[in-house]
């Protein structure tokens, strides 16, 4: 079996998060920086389930052997109808950073008092241009009204998990792997792992 687990990301950030839940699993964790030349392909799908399996695919079908661990996650936010959702990453626009769509996000929200969230996740496993498995995760909090913390990523400064009065970009990693959207979906993946492949 794969010694090795490919992310199908060149985001630096999930890469470490995986590697950090994931790394007693593998020898090693490698992203898409170890595939030269391949072309991200277009994430058309309709929900996170969708784009990760066509990420992970793509990603396969360029390295057939290798263990491809894809997820594709965003923040679902009540008043706003469940949006960012997919479009989380390019809530502001296509080249939108990560501040960029947190300010657009609480522009969204002034005013309003409904700021329930959830962050959720689909993990998909492929290999030889197959998808073998997929896995989600969610959790549940509120957007707070100013960004707090400069840990994480993405969302993290303006998101409060249920259960804490401080963001994911104030808590340490530990405690936001230990119950983050991607490390649920990850321990499921672990669990399957022991069972399936290592």
């Known amino acids: 079996m794969p010694d090795t687990l490919i992310v199908a990301t060149h985001n630096a950030?999930?890469?470490?998060?995986?590697?950090?839940?994931?790394?007693?699993?593998?020898?090693?964790?490698?992203?898409?920086t170890s595939i030269p030349g391949l072309v991200p392909p277009v994430e058309d799908g309709e929900t996170f389930s969708e784009n990760s399996a066509i990420k992970a695919l793509a990603a396969s079908k360029e390295k057939p052997e290798a263990l491809i661990l894809a997820d594709d996650s965003g923040l679902e936010v009540d008043a706003l109808a469940g949006a960012p959702g997919i479009y989380s990453s390019r809530f502001a626009g296509e080249d939108a950073t990560d501040a960029d769509n947190r300010e657009k996000l609480l522009e969204d929200l002034s005013g309003k008092s409904e700021r329930g969230a959830r962050?959720?996740?689909?993990?998909?496993?492929?290999?030889?241009?197959?998808?073998?498995?997929?896995?989600?995760?969610?959790v549940e909090g509120t957007i707070a009204e100013t960004m707090t913390g400069e840990g994480g990523?993405?969302?993290d400064p303006v998101f409060i998990p249920e259960g804490y009065d401080r963001s994911f970009g104030e808590l340490s990693e530990e405690i936001k792997n230990g119950m983050s959207h991607r490390g649920r979906a990850?321990?499921?993946?672990?669990?399957w792992w022991k069972q399936n492949g290592g």
């Open 186 to 191: 990850l321990e499921k993946f672990r669990e």
């Open 119 to 138: 962050f959720r996740c689909v993990v998909t496993i492929a290999k030889n241009g197959e998808v073998l498995c997929s896995f989600d995760g969610a």
């Open 153 to 155: 990523f993405g969302y």
């Open 13 to 32: 950030h999930k890469t470490g998060e995986m590697r950090k839940i994931l790394g007693d699993l593998f020898d090693s964790i490698e992203d898409l």
